[in-house]
């Protein structure tokens, strides 16, 4: 989908059309732009730019706040519509997903006839501001590839006889999955563009990359052998967890550690959600906006899906710093050596048991009445995420609602 | 300039097979009526066990937000924009 929050604002509201807008979190200079529009992507500005430089380069940017509910609606009525060409759709992101039409492809005509009739079902569902890109390519890389050069609101195809001038004339930085560090680490091996890549021998870039490196050759010999993977059959968890930033009036320990204590539950209730224990709790702390990082892990006996063992831990993690730090700039928690809850033992003590019925009483009444119906004591010891920062409601969708997407500048999953 | 409302209202709306959500013709607020010209956006909104559809409509030059709550049944006007354009 193309500049995705930025144009949902411009469908809901037709007197930003056509005009720079930057979609944000809180409407402060602290902020960041989540998403420009197509109009404001004229300036030099770029996703994740602090509010006060947006306003810089870009005199005439209207700010909006983000409408989190918007933006699920507007992923579900699109993923909606691709069910009804194929079930094979890997979620990418919460504006970007997958589709393999190998087999319905022909019923169409031609991928481009495809493609057309799914960006007019878009534009009839969604809305003429909502527009998206669609690449057609052999592979997941190179759609993603020739998407993004043929946005805004194109249709591009790559054909197998394009390919070897394609990699001539493709820079290695502009694929998915290659990084600005990767592409130093490639610049400085002499590799520049694709068909460099190619010819590099393949021990080499599994010695400098590791296994990644084969992923490298591959892309470099215009393979990419990744399946398209349908969101129905999306892999185990390997962790839950969550992190915050923490804004400047929460930055003390003592509140540092309520925080702690509300990602430790949000920890607990989505790996319950998920269906999964784990054993082994890894806790972090920012100390200092430029400071060191503190973070330590700790095995548990058992596997746990419960937010207060997990807190214990982390709170035996965080009694190895030496001394009680005055600044906490962030805090993370996070659970791994996941396993599915039914096959994990059950406990033979009565105040496990309680513990496990009592989670399972607090779940049903947040599924019911909302998240914040039932919380913790010391949650309210701090202010509470306002409902408007941007990623509240993302923050708390399912992973079968929208994978993969980036829940906001707060209380990221990890 | 976007102004809040959040006053009940009356809605005239169609039940139509297939339509994913009620279409919002018209509604009265303050003894007065507003054709919906068009609907710019809906989506879905849950606060606890309350489900509501949000609607972003145009009625001659102006915009309005509107709420619908999905269990009772019963209409909001949430914010006006007297100028849409």
């Known amino acids: 989908m193309d500049a995705y929050f930025a144009s949902i604002e411009q469908q809901a509201d037709p007197k930003l059309r056509g005009k720079p807008i930057g979609v944000t979190g809180r409407p402060t200079e602290q902020s ?17 730019m602090p509010v006060w430089e947006a306003r810089k380069v870009c005199r005439s ?50 991928p481009i006839t495809l493609a057309r009739r799914i960006k007019a079902r878009f534009r009839e569902e969604l809305g003429p501001c909502i527009t998206s890109t669609i690449g057609i390519a052999s592979s997941k890389t190179f ?69 990644y490196g084969l992923f490298l050759k591959g892309i470099g010999l215009g393979i990419d052998s990744s399946p398209v993977v349908p969101y129905s059959e999306v892999p185990a968890p390997k962790s839950v967890g969550h992190s915050r930033s923490l804004p400047p009036h929460l930055r003390t320990y ?3 550690l309520h925080v702690l204590r509300d990602l430790c539950d949000k920890v607990g209730r989505r790996m319950r959600k998920l269906g999964y224990v ?31 063992r997990i807190y214990r831990a982390c709170l035996d993690i965080l009694s190895a710093i030496p001394q009680r730090p005055k600044i906490v700039n962030n805090v993370s928690v996070s659970v791994t050596q996941l396993v599915p809850y039914r096959e994990s033992p059950i406990s033979l003590f009565d105040n496990d048991q309680r513990k496990e019925k009592l989670n399972r009483a607090v779940d049903h009444i947040r599924d019911q009445y909302g998240d914040k119906s039932i919380r ?15 990623g509240f409601v993302l923050d708390q969708m399912t992973g079968e609602d929208v994978r993969g997407g980036n829940s906001g500048e707060d209380d990221d999953p990890i | ?51 509501y559809l949000c609607y972003s409509v145009g009625s001659g030059r102006g915009r309005y937000e509107l709420r619908l709550d999905t269990g009772l049944g019963r209409w909001m006007l949430e914010a006006v924009d007297a100028a849409r354009c």
């Open chain 2, 1 to 51: 300039m976007t102004r809040n409302v959040n006053e009940p209202i009356d809605a005239l709306v169609v039940y139509r097979r297939g339509a994913p959500h009620p279409l919002l013709h018209a509604f009265r607020w303050r003894d007065e009526r507003y054709k919906v010209s068009e609907t710019f956006f809906v989506h879905r909104e849950r606060n606890g066990e309350n489900t």
């Open chain 1, 32 to 48: 960041i732009v989540v998403a420009f529009s197509r109009e404001a992507k004229r300036f030099d500005v770029w996703t994740g």
């Open chain 1, 376 to 390: 913790v004591g010391t949650s309210l010891l701090y202010q509470a995420i306002p409902r408007h920062v941007s």
């Open chain 1, 254 to 256: 003592s509140l540092a």
């Open chain 1, 61 to 110: 940017l209207i700010f909006v706040p983000g409408h989190p509910e918007r933006y699920v609606e507007t992923t579900k009525r699109f993923l909606g519509i691709l069910k009804r060409y194929t079930p094979k759709i890997e979620v990418f992101s919460t504006d970007e997903v997958f589709m393999d039409l190998t087999a319905e492809v022909e019923r169409y005509g031609d």
């Open chain 1, 278 to 308: 784990g054993r082994t709790v890894h806790c972090g702390f920012r100390l200092g906006p430029t400071g060191p990082h503190f973070g330590r892990q700790t095995t548990l006996d058992t596997p746990t899906d419960d937010d207060e």
């Open chain 1, 143 to 211: 759609a993603k590839l020739i998407a993004k050069r043929h946005k805004p609101d194109g249709i591009g195809i790559l054909f197998d006889h394009e390919m070897l001038l394609l990699l001539k004339t493709t820079p290695v930085s502009e694929v998915c999955g290659i990084g600005p560090r990767i592409e130093k680490h490639l610049h400085r091996m002499g590799v520049r563009n694709l068909a460099d890549l190619g010819e590099m021998p393949i021990d080499l870039l599994k010695r400098e990359f590791g296994v």
